[in-house]
């Protein structure tokens, strides 16, 4: 298998020789018809501008002054055109000589080139002439000019074996500029074949560890080439992506087996709870049964009350244990699609404390309230009232009589937030039962449902923790000096807003 630097030799050698080899194929093919194009365009520039000259003047001042450049300066029209090779004879219609470049001081030599070139020639001459290669040994362009009545011969020319000399050595010069550029060629692609190859080779190894889930080797983000500096970026950043992905995955997983731990936990407590209920239901039950029967035989009206009053007990009992599991069964099923008003929650508490304000004096609990007033939030009233009351009940099973409960609404406009809790003084939590007193049908070390007028049921905190969530906040337990304070936050809503 070919490797990407031998391929990447390989194609820019081709490409080179390519190049190069074309580009002298095409000097070979074109360049000399494309010089001798040129030559001819020049020449006929050169004609054109003759034209303008004064031919009557010019006679006048060739025959005298000499051509030096200070003194002549139609003259010097000339110079441009013969330092590119072109060399120029002009006659009058007499045939003498009006101009002729390397003028010799021989009369008869001149007069046998104006013979040779001009004379033999006369009838080839033509207005508005151009320029051709004539006999393979010259490019030339004979031409006249009409002024004040007279002919004038202009005959402009180049030698070509000058050229076909000069293509000579540019032909040799080329193939020698040939051979090094390819060779310099090759050590340059050899070098730059290897900076592509390593980058690639050491992205390679980088992906290798990536897949064997060792995300410790990087690859160099200094590469000399944007894109592999911009692919081992890239290559970086999936490796820590990965690696996080992984690790949240990872735990997610350790997460869901704790999960499911807490599941088959959650489940042994449901049929503990529901052993529990069922036994439970079956005494009152049991008990209601009873005395129904013996009202039908009792003729004592003060036992009949007893009796009564007994009967009551139990069916509070078990109306309260009923309303805890349809209060659970809502906060699991339906409360997510709860509607939300604004509610102004120091009203809402200062409602439910006159609601057990009598339970309070009845088991002679001393409690103080600090609520700040028009403490607004968005919620909904009828399950916010239920966590607040059973924070209240809660506090008060676990009043001893003569003890304190402390109830407190307050803000923290700084966070903008505001906070419920509800103070007891009694008994602290064990540190290690406050996570677990969250949780559904949780009663602690008792195995059996306490039977009080709020009930027993270990629901009561579970539907807090349930509707404090769905209402966004957050809430706790935290043990004090002489007691235990539960309380849950929410978002405090501005006057803007209300």
């Known amino acids: 298998m070919k490797t990407i630097k031998s391929r990447l030799i390989i194609t820019e050698l081709l490409l080179l020789i390519g190049v190069i080899g074309g580009t002298c194929i095409f000097y070979l093919l074109f360049a000399d018809a494309y010089y001798i194009n040129k030559k001819e365009k020049l020449m006929e520039k050169a004609y054109n501008e003759i034209q303008d000259l004064d031919f009557s003047k010019e006679i006048e001042k060739y025959n005298s002054k000499d051509n030096s450049e200070e003194d002549n300066n139609e003259v010097n029209f000339f110079t441009f055109y013969e330092e590119e090779n072109i060399k120029f004879i002009i006659t009058d219609d007499k045939f003498r000589s009006l101009y002729m470049t390397d003028k010799l001081s021989d009369?008869?030599?001149?007069?046998?080139?104006?013979?040779?070139?001009?004379?033999?020639?006369?009838?080839?001459?033509?207005?508005?002439?151009?320029?051709?290669?004539?006999?393979?040994?010259?490019?030339?362009?004979?031409?006249?000019?009409?002024?004040?009545?007279?002919?004038?011969?202009?005959?402009?020319?180049?030698?070509?074996?000058?050229?076909?000399?000069?293509?000579?050595?540019?032909?040799?010069?080329?193939?020698?500029?040939?051979i090094i550029s390819i060779f310099l060629g090759s050590v340059l692609i050899n070098i730059s074949a290897g900076k592509i190859s390593k980058p690639i080779e050491d992205i390679d190894l980088v992906a290798q560890n990536i897949a064997g889930k060792n995300f410790t080797l990087k690859v160099s983000e200094k590469i000399n080439y944007t894109e592999l500096n911009r692919l081992a970026r890239s290559i970086n950043s999936m490796s820590d992506q990965l690696q996080d992905h992984i690790l949240k995955l990872e735990k997610y997983n350790l997460n869901l087996l704790k999960e499911n731990r807490y599941k088959s936990e959650m489940e042994k407590m449901r049929k503990q709870f529901v052993n529990n209920v069922s036994h439970e239901l079956k005494t009152p039950l049991a008990v209601i049964s009873s005395q129904v029967e013996m009202l039908y035989y009792l003729n004592d009206e003060r036992k009949k009350e007893e009796y009564y009053n007994s009967l009551l007990d139990e069916v509070n009992y078990m109306n309260k244990l009923i309303e805890s599991m349809l209060a659970i069964f809502s906060a699991e099923h339906g409360i997510e699609s709860m509607e939300l008003s604004t509610l102004n929650l120091s009203d809402l508490v200062n409602t439910l404390l006159e609601t057990y304000h009598v339970l309070m004096e009845q088991k002679n609990i001393k409690y103080t309230i600090n609520i700040e007033k028009t403490c607004f939030v968005m919620g909904n009233k009828k399950y916010l009232e239920q966590a607040v009351s059973n924070y209240i009940i809660n506090a008060f099973k676990h009043t001893k009589t003569g003890n304190q409960i402390h109830i407190k609404v307050e803000t923290e406009k700084e966070k903008n937030k505001v906070t419920v809790s509800v103070y007891n003084e009694g008994e602290k939590i064990d540190e290690r039962e406050k996570k677990k007193i969250w949780n559904s049908f949780y009663q602690g070390d008792n195995s059996n449902i306490e039977k009080t007028l709020i009930g027993g049921t270990g629901l009561g905190l579970y539907i807090v923790q349930t509707i404090i969530k769905l209402h966004h906040g957050d809430y706790g337990v935290e043990n004090e000096k002489n007691g235990v304070r539960f309380w849950f936050t929410l978002d405090l809503l501005n006057k803007q807003s209300i």
């Open 107 to 178: 009369i008869d030599v001149t007069e046998k080139r104006i013979d040779r070139r001009i004379k033999e020639k006369q009838f080839e001459f033509q207005y508005n002439a151009k320029a051709h290669k004539e006999n393979n040994k010259r490019i030339s362009l004979l031409g006249l000019v009409n002024q004040d009545e007279k002919n004038y011969y202009v005959y402009i020319y180049e030698r070509t074996y000058v050229i076909e000399k000069s293509f000579s050595y540019a032909n040799k010069l080329l193939f020698v500029t040939l």
